[in-house]
């Protein structure tokens, strides 16, 4: 059997990287044969990233997809990263399906959001119904988390999975908890999303003035003004596990918006599998990911995210219990081992 996968982007994306690369080991293990093609490459990450313009990247990108789209005939499976042409309509996918062409489509952001809430209203206008077609027209849609599926229910689509974000726990060591000064908050991200932690800032100034504690920013540059508390780590994904595992308390705040909604909760995966606890904003799929008060703590107001640093910064031996219960919900059901069963079924079916 012959894949082509249409990614987002190359391994360097994290979204391309967790919901196809890391697979693909284990496809190719089983006899298949797969062909990538991202639509965007290393440079547009890079100026992405840098604040620089990715305007010519894009094109190269747009037209590059043209060209491979033509030979589509000549694989089994075709698995689409959330739709082919990002602010365009979705006039390929319906002629995949005229044609008889059958592709998966797999989602782990609430893409349609950019489209049916966008500011500009000739986008709303022209693209708002635009993923709704994308996952009808396709096959199977794999989506990250409840949100995302009812959202593809919504559309009509065919078959619907639901499949989480995971991590190849082989990966993954285990923390050793214990009594220590500073305790280590880390918060693991791009430029993108340091805006979510931006929310907590007034938190994080008050832990920092009554405790002895760090700040861990991993894989972004930009500073909260936290003063020498706050410590900037380069991402990088050889030692990423490490910089993870150098914190105590692993977060995850998000704003309360459609948007994230349609989150999947990987930091706190991560988190949890290096055997942190975790606090998280009580929104989206961090829900289903945490257990409040067993292996982290579901805060929404500024008083509830102190309460919850105070009592794993006071206490190492609560952060000890919850950080291995949280490693357990990751052995169970959110690493590879648990769910490579359920990915290749819906490939090979």
Request: with cysteine; aromatic share 12%.
């Amino acid at each position: 059997m012959k894949i082509l996968y249409f990614t987002k982007y190359t391994r360097k994306g994290a979204s391309s990287r967790l919901r196809s690369y890391q697979y693909f080991p284990y496809i190719e293990k089983s006899g298949m044969n797969i062909d990538v093609s991202p639509l965007f490459d290393d440079e547009y990450i890079d100026n992405l990233y840098s604040n620089k313009s990715v305007l010519i990247s894009a094109i190269k990108g747009y037209i590059k997809r043209v060209f491979v789209l033509r030979k589509v005939r000549k694989y089994d499976k075709i698995f689409v990263e959330k739709e082919l042409f990002p602010y365009c309509p979705a006039v390929v996918e319906k002629i995949l399906a005229l044609i008889g062409i059958k592709y998966i489509v797999d989602y782990d952001d609430a893409i349609f959001h950019h489209y049916d809430m966008n500011s500009n209203w000739l986008i709303r206008f022209l693209l708002k119904e635009k993923i709704n077609k994308v996952m009808k027209y396709s096959q199977v849609v794999i989506a990250g988390n409840n949100y995302l599926a009812s959202k593809a229910k919504k559309t009509g689509a065919k078959r619907i999975e639901i499949m989480p974000t995971i991590i190849d726990l082989s990966r993954y060591s285990i923390k050793k908890i214990e009594e220590k000064k500073p305790v280590i908050i880390g918060w693991i991200g791009s430029q993108n999303t340091l805006t979510y932690l931006m929310t907590i800032k007034s938190a994080l100034q008050q832990i920092m003035y009554e405790y002895d504690v760090e700040l861990h920013i991993i894989g972004a540059d930009a500073t909260l003004e936290l003063g020498d508390k706050e410590k900037h780590i380069k991402w990088i994904e050889e030692t990423e596990v490490q910089s993870l595992l150098d914190c105590d308390i692993g977060i995850m705040p998000l704003l309360d918006t459609p948007w994230e909604q349609g989150k999947c909760g990987y930091k706190l995966i991560q988190y949890m599998a290096c055997g942190l606890p975790v606090i998280a904003s009580a929104i989206g799929a961090n829900n289903d990911i945490v257990k409040h008060e067993q292996n982290g703590f579901l805060v929404n107001s500024p008083e509830e995210w102190i309460n919850a640093f105070e009592q794993y910064i006071t206490d190492a031996t609560l952060r000890a219990v919850h950080g291995e219960y949280g490693r357990n919900i990751v052995e169970n059901k959110y690493c590879i081992d648990r769910q490579l069963n359920n990915y290749m079924t819906i490939l090979s079916s």
